[in-house]
């Protein structure tokens, strides 16, 4: 649901919450309060549409942060008391979205350790917000079911990750990993999403063959089941080799060789099977301002081979962080599409600027080539010291696959912030959605919402 988690937890936008900071180090609390009226039509994004509906939430935050110059530590929580009033529904109170996330890190002079675990759950029939796809860097990363999300019911994620690593200084060093995902969907009515689990671990060792010569070998190997009529079971494997090269002082050059197998069993489709080998050419020269990169791959799956070269260039321009990528991909079938992507961030005054493109050509979770538009645009006004307001505008294109239709979204908001003097924070704004799928129609949601919360933070 828009504004009820990116609100007080996802804080890229400053339009919609502000941050209590104490200063880095020690332990710090923290504890959100906030409540949320929203009101509008379709706001379940249904086809046929739906007449007027409203939610008030209730919204509930955590967090504990820790930091060292050895180790940090971070937990943070979120979740959302709902009441609903939609049509053809009666009167509805239960538990809207939650979020949970624990972090650990530990730091040495020779090997580290890092520890994860994120949990999340949420209503789909009233998912609003694309930034729960938000990545570290405040990049949009599709999931494979973006495309499904719809209908009824809830969509709940595990995801944890453990790796550590040895011999940071040593000629010969060693790093393993562990990681896990649990996806469940409890009462959907999409008839296309199905519980899957992932399991995967790797182990590498490195070997310094000179002060600019680095040599490694990694082994992977994944299993992934889904709970479809098929009952899906495919386990992939993989050894590569990887060599990297220090050139001269502003340029580095690394390649990667291996070979993959890929075995997947089906009740009803049967068996496939598939092995060959990967790749990677990666290069970097630095410049007197930013860098140039190149990026050959080739990578391997049931659908056959995935080949994509790209280019791209980074650099500073008038205080602005810019980055640009163009490049090709060609898949099996003779298929080949430009791919590419733009990145460009600028902070001048309060006011804020943030541009991001990208076209890409995946393998989804099912196996297939699926081709990606996404375009985010933000742009933020600092209209003094206590007010802000920001405008939002997001759309993404998913092509259609051998099991997916052509899905398209697009996100408009504007928001409107404004820090009162006991430090509670009003939010107030406007968003428009629209989903549009082939074959099945398209939906559109005008809404209006108001906020108002705070959140407090002090040293235990």
């Avoid at 009820?4 to 890229?12: A, D, M, P, R, Y």
């Avoid at 809207?96 to 994860?116: H, T």
């Avoid at 505008?393 to 820090?419: C, F, G, K, Q, W």
């Amino acid at each position: 649901m828009f504004g009820i988690v990116c609100g007080v937890l996802h804080l890229q936008n400053r339009a919609d919450a502000q941050v209590v900071e104490l200063g880095p180090g020690g332990t710090q609390m923290t504890l959100g309060i906030a409540q949320r009226f929203e009101s509008g039509r379709n706001l379940r994004l249904e086809v046929p549409e739906e007449g007027h509906g409203t939610i008030s939430s209730t919204i509930l935050s955590f967090g504990v942060s820790s930091e060292t110059p050895i180790q940090s530590l971070s937990l943070d929580a979120v979740t959302a008391l709902r009441w609903t009033d939609l049509p053809n529904e009666d009167s509805d109170f239960d538990i809207g979205d939650s979020i949970f996330e624990f972090g650990y890190a530990r730091e040495g002079a020779n090997a580290g350790l890092d520890f994860g675990v994120d949990f999340s759950s949420y209503d789909i029939g009233l998912f609003r917000s694309l930034n729960d796809f938000i990545d570290d860097e405040g990049v949009l990363d599709l999931p494979s079911d973006f495309g499904d999300l719809t209908g009824d019911g809830t969509r709940r994620e595990f995801n944890s990750v453990f790796q550590m690593d040895f011999g940071r200084q040593d000629l010969i060093s060693y790093n393993f990993r562990i990681n896990a995902q649990n996806l469940d969907y409890v009462d959907q009515t999409s008839p296309d999403l199905f519980n899957s689990d992932t399991i995967g671990g790797s182990a590498g060792i490195g070997f310094v063959l000179s002060p600019v010569t680095t040599a490694t070998i990694d082994i992977r190997a994944e299993r992934y089941e889904e709970d479809n009529p098929d009952q899906t079971d495919r386990k992939s494997k993989s050894v590569v080799f990887g060599l990297s090269q220090e050139v001269s002082a502003r340029t580095r050059f690394d390649v990667a060789l291996g070979y993959t197998e890929i075995d997947e069993r089906e009740l009803i489709a049967g068996d496939d099977f598939t092995s060959g080998f990967i790749g990677r050419i990666g290069a970097e020269y630095d410049m007197p301002n930013g860098e140039i990169t190149f990026d050959a791959e080739s990578e391997l799956s049931l659908a056959g081979r995935l080949n994509s070269f790209r280019i791209g260039r980074s650099r500073e321009i008038l205080g602005a962080t810019f980055s640009v990528s163009l490049g090709f991909a060609h898949t099996d079938g003779g298929r080949t599409e430009p791919i590419g992507s733009l990145r460009y961030a600028n902070e001048f005054g309060e006011n804020e600027l943030r541009i991001f493109f990208d076209r890409n050509i995946v393998i989804t979770d099912d196996e297939v080539f699926r081709d990606e538009y996404i375009l985010d645009f933000g742009y933020i006004w600092g209209l003094g010291p206590s007010s802000r307001l920001g405008l939002g505008a997001t759309h993404i294109l998913t092509d259609s696959t051998e099991v997916d239709p052509r899905v398209e979204r697009t996100d408009l908001n504007a928001v409107y912030s404004y820090e009162l003097e006991s430090q509670w924070i009003i939010n107030a704004g406007l968003n428009y959605s629209v989903r549009d799928e082939d074959g099945v129609g398209r939906a559109t949601s005008p809404l209006a919402f108001f906020q108002i919360g705070r959140e407090f933070a002090w040293r235990p």
